[in-house]
């Protein structure tokens, strides 16, 4: 039940996007919003091939049936991280299997379920050790601590041949039933996606290049099983006779949403097309993966290409000595073997981690004009030119949403989303209308105090000037040094101050059941999530700390097992949820315990609220489970919302304790870190509106060859959502890697949307009172009841609903911002 956009890529996300350079990065949200933009211009096209589709075949695995090669593309950032993060849920299956006649949606929770993992019996032993093979082993539990790259390789192949065995089983006897069709997907899913979830995992955490190439070698044949369970025909036929028989409108809402997904989802990859156009289908679908892949690489080698050698310390006065070190240890690499950070040279390059640095701390203005100028016209000329790559993947996209029988792409991208084009576009409208007055103040402020600090350009700022004077202004007012604030937080106090939080709002117990499942890391927690009775109904691990020789960068949070009834063993109702969480913060030291920055303290938050969704499900529909099913735009809402707790008075306060005095939090510090949540708002608003309605309009408003160019587009978007237009040559369109080789086409819009969410979701606690316990119990009950508890089973406007008793509303947003007229 793939979505035709990469969701689960998401997750990779996690870990590319957050391994833009945290460091650089302080409580200036404006700087984070900058980060995620400019990772759109490029710093996710650096994401290693691997890390695209590498393990999470996309939502294939996850159930998506129908999902093709197309789907497995790279994942760009976290869909919905704008103003708050980039951190991200690992992957989004979606999935799930019902049974006809015994789909419900809710059952008691069960005490701890056993994880059945095995579908078919072992074979006799053969002489590769395969009976041994950890891989192929039933688990309550995954052997985290067995599996090693010796057995990625055989258990894979071996696994692999079991399941298409499972799938030519199930093509020949397929029955338009639950048991006859879904319950047995489900099994055939669920098992690759378990066995490879654990390889995958291992590959994020436990890195080696043993690992590694074990898994480069097996995922082209895992990849090919899944383009063929995608693929089946009798399958689909069979989904399409549950959904024409009268048992149908019987069904739960979760079984009605498998089969309308699973329907769906064929049907947009061409399942259902006659023939000849089905032909026609592959073959767009065939030359826009090329076409992609073209435009990433025109990007990359476009980046690539720049470079300016610096040998006047002066020229580049103002850089912090991270971005010194890293332009000297540049400079090494390109041969001048005896460069320092000291006393270079110095190379400056197009890459994230030294672009951004340029643009906010370099002093000298046509270095930053230089450098900003070669930046917004990366892939636009010569060899590496995308300007055509962009209108023939246009062209394609446009002809491939007719042939399925939509008048446009956005449409298309719409089907598998909370959203519709209109209602995106009304959003963004009301977002820019909010946003506009107070983007043209932030400008006046900029220009003031660029004056009072006597620069020659205030009167004439340009684009690259506008983040260096941000800098300089958010450091004059909100000056917080993150690195002072670290002994405040220590990451004991933080996770019981979330434990604690979980409990008054959701009531459940947390408790460390170190011990009980295997781990792939000494310093990995394992908890028990248990109701007030004391059930278990979920686990997680937790491995907080960064190990730079192993582990990859970032934070994110995916799934091990999810809910599901079929899968249940052990006599067992259901099989219990099992999460995993994993961070990248600085370990203990002696006897310090790990201190953590604001903005960690505010990812543990973000991922833990995934984790919640997904473990607090009560579905027992194993492909609607939990984070499965839910519709991308809508599946960071859990997430964002978490985010607010740690700006709410009394939970921050709980945690914010020194270390070793027990000292509070002072303050006035207190009031800066709410103050610099509201920096530059509108600003940083209006930057995202101008990326989200290029996107829409280039998707279904534009006619390729028409008489419009995609650059008129830009300038014509742009005067509505710019302050100072974009330069005449400005071609950020010619490095906009999400939406021409990532999965955000017609998708861009998501950022601002899942905000919206939960910004007004956190406010039905904020309505209720943040003081009265009563009050905020009851909504957080109910909060529980509906977002966390229904996964994938419900559309989420109709959860969303159920929740706040009306539609989203932008208004919270705007306020939490500080956007609305008069500040509230
Ligand atoms: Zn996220």
């Not at 929770?109 to 095995?118: D, G, K, S, W, Y």
């Not at 499972?166 to 397929?174: F, Q, R």
């Not at 995958?200 to 080696?208: E, P, Y």
């Not at 106090?493 to 781990?519: Q, S, Y």
């Amino acid at each position: 039940m793939g979505y035709p956009f990469p969701k689960r890529a998401r997750a990779r996300l996690g870990g590319v996007v957050s391994t833009r350079p945290r460091r650089f990065v302080s409580l200036a949200l404006p700087l984070l919003i900058f980060l995620a933009s400019a990772n759109m211009f490029g710093a996710t096209a650096r994401a290693p091939p691997l890390a695209l589709f590498a393990g999470r075949a996309p939502r294939l695995l996850g159930l998506s049936l129908y999902s093709s090669h197309r789907h497995l593309r790279k994942s760009l950032p976290c869909a919905l991280w704008s103003s708050s993060f980039s951190f991200c849920v690992a992957r989004i299956p979606r999935s799930t299997s019902v049974p006809f006649a015994g789909c419900s949606s809710s059952a008691p929770l069960p005490p701890m379920a056993t994880a059945e993992v095995a579908s078919a019996p072992l074979p006799a032993a053969s002489d590769d050790g395969l009976p041994d093979n950890p891989l192929l082993q039933s688990f309550a539990f995954p052997p985290f601590d067995a599996v090693h790259a010796k057995h990625v390789v055989p258990g894979i192949r071996e696994l692999l041949r079991r399941l298409e065995g499972d799938l030519v089983e199930l093509e020949s006897k397929v029955e338009p039933s639950w048991p006859g069709l879904v319950e047995l997907l489900e099994r055939i899913v669920d098992r690759l996606q378990v066995a490879w979830g654990v390889i995958n995992h291992l590959k994020s955490v436990k890195d080696s290049a043993e690992l590694r190439a074990a898994i480069e070698e097996v995922q082209p044949e895992k990849v090919k099983f899944q383009l063929r369970l995608g693929q089946s025909k009798p399958i689909y036929n069979a989904f399409k006779a549950i959904q024409e028989s009268p048992n149908f409108s019987a069904l739960s809402d979760a079984c009605k949403r498998i089969v309308e997904a699973q329907i769906k989802e064929a049907v947009l990859n061409g399942v259902a097309l006659e023939d000849g156009k089905r032909e026609q289908f592959n073959e767009i679908e065939q030359e826009l993966e090329k076409l992609s892949q073209k435009f990433s690489e025109n990007v990359l080698d476009a980046t690539k290409k720049f470079e300016k050698l610096i040998t006047d310390k002066k020229e580049i006065e103002g850089l912090p000595p991270t971005a010194l070190g890293l332009a000297a240890q540049t400079a090494v690499s390109k041969g001048h073997e005896n460069a320092t950070a000291e006393n270079g040279p110095w190379v400056i390059t197009l890459d994230a981690p030294c672009f951004l640095p340029v643009m906010q701390h370099a002093k000298n203005r046509s270095l930053r004009e230089e450098v900003y100028r070669a930046y917004v016209t990366r892939a636009s000329s010569g060899d590496l030119d995308n300007t055509v790559i962009i209108n023939q993947i246009l062209k394609l996209r446009l002809e491939k949403a007719k042939l399925l029988g939509y008048s446009n792409y956005a449409e298309v991208s719409m089907e598998m989303k909370m959203a519709s084009v209109e209602k995106a576009e009304e959003l963004l409208e009301k977002l820019r209308d909010a946003s506009w007055d107070p983007a043209v103040q932030d400008m006046e402020d900029l220009k003031t105090f660029a004056l009072e600090k006597g620069a020659e350009e205030a009167n004439d700022l340009n684009h690259w000037d506008i983040t260096f004077w941000s800098e300089r202004l958010r450091e004059a007012k909100y000056d917080i040094n993150e690195e002072e604030l670290r002994p405040f937080f220590s990451l004991p106090r933080v996770m019981d101050g979330l434990f604690t939080l979980a409990k008054t709002l959701f009531e459940v117990d947390i408790v460390p059941v170190d011990g009980l499942a295997p781990v792939w890391n000494e310093d990995v927690r394992f908890y028990c999530v248990k109701d007030l009775s004391g059930n278990p109904v979920a686990y997680f691990y937790f491995d907080p700390y960064s190990r730079p020789s192993e582990k990859r960068g970032g934070a994110w949070m995916d799934e091990v097992f999810a809910r599901s009834r079929v899968l249940a063993g052990g006599g067992a109702p259901v099989r219990l949820p099992i999460a995993h969480m994993v961070c990248n913060q600085t370990p203990p030291v002696g006897d310090k315990p790990s201190l953590m920055t604001f903005r960690e303290v505010e990812t543990i938050f973000h991922e833990f609220g995934h984790a919640l969704q997904h473990m607090l499900t009560r579905q027992d529909e194993g492909l609607v489970a939990g984070i499965r099913g839910i519709e991308w735009d809508a599946v960071e809402l859990p997430s964002q919302f978490m985010e607010n707790w740690c700006y709410q008075r009394d939970t921050l306060m709980s945690i914010a304790k020194h270390y070793e005095t027990g000292e509070p939090l002072p303050e006035e510090v207190y009031q800066k870190l709410l103050a610099a949540k509201t920096f530059r708002a509108g600003s940083l608003s209006l930057r995202q509106i101008r990326f989200a309605t290029m996107d829409l309009e280039l998707h279904s408003k534009y006619v390729p060859g028409g008489s419009e160019t995609i650059y008129d587009v830009d300038q014509r978007v742009s005067e509505r959502t710019q302050v100072i237009p974009p330069l005449l040559e400005d071609r950020f369109l010619c490095s906009f890697s999400h939406i021409f080789a990532g999965g955000y086409a017609a998708g861009y819009y998501s950022y601002k949307w899942a905000e919206v969410l939960s910004a007004d979701a956190f406010s039905a606690f904020e309505d209720a009172g943040l003081d009265n316990d009563k009050a905020i119990k009851e909504t957080g009950r109910k909060f529980r009841e509906t977002i966390l508890a229904l996964g994938g089973g419900k559309p989420p406007l109709e959860v969303f609903v159920e929740f706040r008793g009306r539609e989203p509303s932008p208004e919270a947003l705007l306020r939490h911002n500080g956007l609305l007229p008069v500040a509230a």
